[in-house]
Every structure is written in structure tokens, then in C-alpha cells.
């Protein structure tokens, strides 16, 4: 318990940063609001002992203007603390939204990958939520409460000792039925939450892979899962309501007994004498106001549990590591050549298995060099560690003979371009998604940079041309044509290093030439490195390494490495076979040399 509180206490010390100020006037101006609140049980008294019973009629229109201004004052301290406060408070939101945003998006992508549907969602928006309102509670909320609960009870203590002592009395029962509820209460929020949050992701995953549930066939199990979590979720609800209304009702009901109870006691004492007609309407009206701070100092008390588990979700993404790291002494990557050295590269994504051991290649510049390989071998991995997404265990990567470690990581991104197959493309304009990571960009480069990706002509048949909307909510595009765009956003950029993942897998042969076209000026600039899939995509490769067990098995050209009839020779093979019918083939595709069989390449994992 102190340990979580001590967490919440160094993170408000993160977020809080230079907002005591705020926070001081908030409280202040909440201290005020309250305390002016608390004149009525006063004025109440004053009228019914001083005005009425003491026929005192001239003071009625002064005790008049003091009720006008005391609404005024409570008019204005109650705008301002709310101003003050739920701006801050916003603010402080923001902050941590914005924070856990930055860190995520520098996070492990493993770690990313990992979360369930929803659940960044949940824990950027609603745990967030729940953290800012405690901070609020703890800062501003409890210390008002306790003070007054202290005031409230020091000013009847004055009043009458007796009759406080009974209220005090009364007021312990109602905490009890409180606390009796909260739990409960609580346990059935969390459930709450917990059922929605799980199917709120179903829907969106579902949504998400819909042509895989449709092609599967798997709508009418779907529908049946969707609908039995519904049904827990109504009974969760029903449930929860009615343990609310309960427990709502219970405190109605305690409440009136114990106005029935006070009036009770106190008339007994006014009849006495021993307090009078005015004190008694004051302390009904005052143990009116002890009532609500109390409760609001018992739920907060309660609902630290549900503050606790959003702390401890909170903190898990706060506390993850970039999922590399930049030293203080990192410089800008200024390149000259572009040439990319892999030296004995040894990683791998799980401890004692290693994909790449001890890996050594040269990626020249002004030159294509193809990386092949089977299905598995590392070839994706080997682009990853160049853009940064993970490090080496063991050796380095030499841009121009500069360690990638010691360079910005912005800079290193800036100059390479790192093409995924299947790239992703937001939802938004085809526009914005052309220009996506350049910043601004000019009307001329977007379309010279579409024309060369062979997307012009099918973008001005789209309604709105470059301006039509794509992915969620607008225009779906074929995977030849996302790709084109993603090649488009590729030729704006015009980087110095391009890693491309198989870029022709979804186009026509006759788009496929141009792009190929377009490559090969890139290489005049640029160091140019493609994971080849396709017979076609190696034939354009100045150079050829082949990858096989973690390291460089072969390397040479086309010419040489089929010469060689070796592994290549045998990849190469089976990239022809698995695209019979192109009209491609009869070009790149010769007849594996005699005596290379398809086996070299696998046992039965065949090749991408
Ligand atoms: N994030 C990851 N976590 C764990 N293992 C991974 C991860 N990414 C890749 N791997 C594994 O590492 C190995 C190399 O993967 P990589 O994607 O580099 O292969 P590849 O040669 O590009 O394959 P393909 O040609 O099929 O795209 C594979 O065995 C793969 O399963």
C-alpha cells in the first residue's frame, strides 16, 4: 500500500511539474467555496434564535445582503477552483498520455506486438483517466474533506457535546453501511470493465481479419462467442445495478432515520432546555454536510484498489525500455558514401537461439545488392538491424565506417528507408500518405515520385484523385496499388540507403518493369539493398548474397553464383518453378544447372 503510494507520489512529482501554483489557487479557491457553504447552519441559527425568537425584524434585510454575498462569493470561488483545477488536471492528462505515447512508440516492437487488441487503447486513455482523478482526489478532494470534517465537528463539539457525540454515533453507522457496499460495489465495476474491455477487442479484432472469418467460415461461431460474452456482460450489468439501487435505497433510508433520530434526540433536548430551536435545525443542517465528506474520504479509501491496478498497468508501459539505446555523445550520421558494413553480426529474438551468427557482408554503393535466402533464414531480421528496430548481440554495422550505434537514431532513419512488404498505410489521403515522414512536400515531387511508382495513372481514376481518402472509413486499395503507394512515398523521400522487402510481389509484369526501372535510377544516388522473393527482382541485382544458417553461405553475381551451382543455384530454381505461367519467366529464368536439385534448399520449408 505505502509502496504504491509512494509510486503515484513520484509519478504526480513528474506530471505535477510546475503546476503547484495552479494547484495552490485551486485549493484555495476550494477551501474558500466550502467554508463559505458552511455559513447557512450559522445564518439558519441566527434566524430562528436572534431574528424570530428574538423579534428582531431589523435584522432581517442585513442578514439578506449577507446571504447575496455570500452567493456571489460561493458564484465566483466555485468557477474559479473548477477553471483552475480541471484545467490542470487536463493538462496533467495530457501529459501523461502524451508520455506514455513517446515511450511506446520507442518501445520493443516484440513488446508491442505482444498486447492484446484494445489494450494500448485502454491503458493511454482509461487508466489514465483513472490516475489523473485520484491525483486530483488525493491533492485536492481528501485534504478539503478532512479539513472540514475537522471544522464540521469542532463547530457542533462548540454547539452542544451531546448532541455531537449522538450525530458522531449515527455517522459511524452510515460509514459502516458505506463500507459495506463500496466492496462489492467495486468488485462488480471491475468486472464491469474488464468484460467490456474484452469484448470491445473481440469486436475490433474480428473486424480487423473480417475476410479471414468470412473465408473460413467462422461467422456463425463468432456471432455465438460474441453472444455468450454478451450475456455475461448482462448479467455482470444487472448485477451491478441492482447492488447500486440497494445500496443507494440503504443510505436514503439510514439517512432519514437518522434525521428522524436527531430530531428525535435534540427535541428532547430543546424541550429540556438545554439547547435551543436554532441549534437543533443547525446541526441537522451541518451533520447534512458531514455526511457527504465522510463518504467521499471512505470511497476514495475503497477505490484505491481499482487506482492500484491502473497504477501497476500504468507503470508497466512507463517503465519499458526504448528498445534501443542512444548515448548522451551520439552524433548527427552524416553520410558520404553510403556503404553498409556488417561485421560478425550475432542476434537473434529469444536468448540461445540466434538467427544471424556472425554474419559479415558489404552493401555497396551506386549498387543493388540482393539478399536471398530460405524462408526463415534472416533476411527481414537483416533490414531490422540496420533501421534499428533491435541491436546485435555481438559485433557492429558500419555505415562509412561509423558504428550505427554511435549516430542519432533519427539521423540513421532519416537516411535509410526500410520498404516492408505489405507496408502499412494510414488511414488518411493518398496524399498525406505519400508525404507521410517527409513533412512537407511539393505538388510536383508528389506526383513525380507517383509517376515513378507507376500509381499516377490509377490514383486521378479515384474520385477525389490524390485527395481521395484511404484505409478505415474510405477507399480500399488492392495490394498492388497500396504498394505503389508505398513505393511512391519511397521515390519522395530519395534516401541514401533503401532496404526493400520484395517491392513487386503484388504487381502486374508490366508495372513490375517500371518499378524495376525506377530502382535502378534510384542506384545512382543511393545504396540499394532488396530481399528478393522473385527471380525477376535478382536478376536487377548488381550483387548477390546468399544467406543460409545465419551467415553468408554465397555471394557473387547472377552469373557467378548460378555458375557456382551451388545454393543459389538451387534457390533460384525453385523461385522459377513457383511462378510458372509468368510471362517473366521465359526472360529470368534459365534451367538450373545439371545436377542442383530444389532439396538443397530445405527440407520441405521452401524458399521466399
Ligand atoms: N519478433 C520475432 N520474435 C521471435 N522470432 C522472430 C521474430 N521475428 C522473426 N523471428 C524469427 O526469426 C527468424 C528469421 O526471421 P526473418 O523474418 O528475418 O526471416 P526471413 O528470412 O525474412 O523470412 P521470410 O523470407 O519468410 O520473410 C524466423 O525463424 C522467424 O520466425
Redesign the pocket.
Same mark, same amino acid.
Given at each position: 500500500m505505502w509502496k504504491d503510494l509512494v509510486a503515484l507520489w513520484n509519478l504526480a512529482k513528474i506530471y505535477l511539474k510546475g503546476k503547484t501554483g495552479a494547484i495552490l489557487l485551486g485549493l484555495f479557491t476550494s477551501i474558500i467555496f466550502s467554508l463559505t457553504g458552511l455559513a447557512t447552519p450559522y445564518l439558519t441559527r441566527f434566524l430562528i434564535d436572534v431574528v424570530f425568537h428574538a423579534s428582531r425584524g431589523d435584522l432581517l434585510l442585513p442578514l439578506l445582503i449577507i446571504c447575496g454575498v455570500i452567493l456571489i462569493i460561493l458564484f465566483f470561488t466555485g468557477i474559479i477552483s473548477d477553471y483552475v483545477l480541471v484545467r490542470t488536471f487536463e493538462r496533467v492528462k495530457l501529459l501523461m498520455r502524451h508520455d506514455l505515447f513517446r515511450r511506446l512508440l520507442k518501445a520493443p %516492437? !516484440?513488446f508491442l $506486438?505482444m498486447q492484446r487488441s484494445g489494450e494500448l487503447n485502454y491503458r493511454l486513455f482509461g487508466d489514465t483517466e483513472t490516475i489523473q482523478s485520484f491525483f486530483n482526489r488525493l491533492l485536492i478532494g481528501l485534504p478539503i474533506d478532512l479539513l472540514f470534517i475537522v471544522i464540521i465537528s469542532s463547530i457542533m463539539v462548540g454547539w452542544n457535546l451531546r448532541m455531537a457525540l449522538f450525530v458522531f454515533a449515527v455517522l459511524c453507522l452510515q460509514v459502516l453501511v458505506i463500507i459495506g457496499f463500496q466492496k462489492p460495489l467495486l468488485k462488480y465495476a471491475l468486472l464491469q470493465k474488464g468484460k467490456a474491455q474484452f469484448l470491445s477487442g473481440f469486436v475490433v479484432e474480428r473486424f480487423r481479419n473480417i475476410q479471414l472469418t468470412r473465408t473460413l467460415n467462422a461467422g456463425a461461431m463468432e456471432t455465438d462467442s460474441f453472444k455468450s460474452g454478451l450475456e455475461e456482460l448482462m448479467g455482470i450489468n444487472v448485477k451491478a445495478y441492482m447492488l447500486g439501487k440497494f445500496s443507494e435505497l440503504s443510505v436514503v433510508l439510514v439517512n432519514n432515520i437518522w434525521s428522524f433520530g436527531i430530531l428525535w434526540y435534540g427535541g428532547r433536548l430543546v424541550l429540556a432546555g438545554q439547547i435551543t430551536l436554532g441549534t437543533l435545525m443547525a446541526f441537522l443542517l451541518t451533520a447534512g454536510m458531514l455526511y457527504p465528506r465522510i463518504a467521499s474520504v471512505v470511497g476514495s479509501v475503497l477505490s484505491f484498489q481499482d487506482v492500484r491496478a491502473s497504477l501497476y498497468r500504468f507503470l508497466e508501459y512507463h517503465r519499458v525500455m526504448p528498445a534501443v539505446h542512444e548515448p548522451p555523445e551520439a552524433v548527427e550520421l552524416l553520410l558520404e558514401e553510403g556503404k553498409v558494413i556488417f561485421e560478425n553480426v550475432w542476434f537473434?529474438? &529469444?536468448p540461445e537461439e540466434p538467427?544471424l551468427k556472425g554474419l559479415s557482408a558489404t552493401f555497396e554503393p551506386r549498387k543493388i545488392t540482393a539478399v536471398v =535466402? *530460405? +524462408? =526463415? %533464414? =534472416? &533476411? +527481414?531480421? $537483416?533490414a *531490422?538491424l540496420l533501421v534499428r528496430l533491435y541491436d546485435p548481440w555481438e559485433g557492429r554495422i558500419l555505415i562509412d565506417n561509423v558504428d550505427i550505434r554511435q549516430v542519432t537514431i533519427e539521423s540513421l532513419r532519416n537516411n535509410i528507408r526500410y520498404v516492408i512488404?505489405g507496408e502499412f498505410l494510414f488511414s488518411g489521403s493518398i496524399w498525406d500518405n505519400i508525404c507521410y515522414g517527409v513533412g512537407s512536400c511539393s505538388e510536383e515531387q508528389v506526383f513525380a515520385a507517383a509517376g515513378k511508382a507507376g500509381a499516377d495513372e490509377f490514383i486521378m481514376q479515384l474520385p477525389e484523385g490524390f485527395h481521395t481518402r484511404i484505409g478505415e472509413g474510405g477507399f480500399q486499395l488492392s495490394s498492388g496499388e497500396a504498394q505503389r503507394i508505398a513505393l511512391a512515398r519511397l521515390f519522395l523521400a530519395n534516401p541514401r540507403i533503401v532496404v526493400l !522487402?520484395e517491392p513487386t510481389s503484388f504487381l502486374d509484369p508490366e508495372t513490375e518493369s517500371a518499378i524495376y526501372q525506377a530502382i535502378m535510377d534510384l542506384k545512382e544516388t543511393a545504396t540499394v539493398i532488396v530481399?528478393a522473393?522473385r527471380p525477376s527482382t535478382v536478376k536487377i541485382a548488381d550483387h548477390i548474397i546468399v $544467406?543460409d544458417n545465419g551467415v553468408v553461405a554465397e555471394q557473387g553475381t547472377h552469373a557467378e553464383l548460378l555458375g557456382k551451382k551451388g545454393l543459389y543455384a538451387a534457390i533460384y530454381t525453385e523461385l522459377c518453378r513457383r511462378e510458372p505461367g509468368l510471362p517473366v519467366k521465359k526472360e529470368v529464368c534459365t534451367p538450373a544447372p545439371a545436377g542442383v536439385s530444389s532439396n538443397v534448399i530445405s527440407h520441405g520449408e521452401g524458399? +521466399?
Open positions: %516492437v !516484440d $506486438l537473434g529474438y &529469444k538467427v =535466402g *530460405r +524462408s =526463415g %533464414v =534472416g &533476411k +527481414s531480421t $537483416l *531490422r512488404q !522487402d530481399i522473393h $544467406l524458399v +521466399s
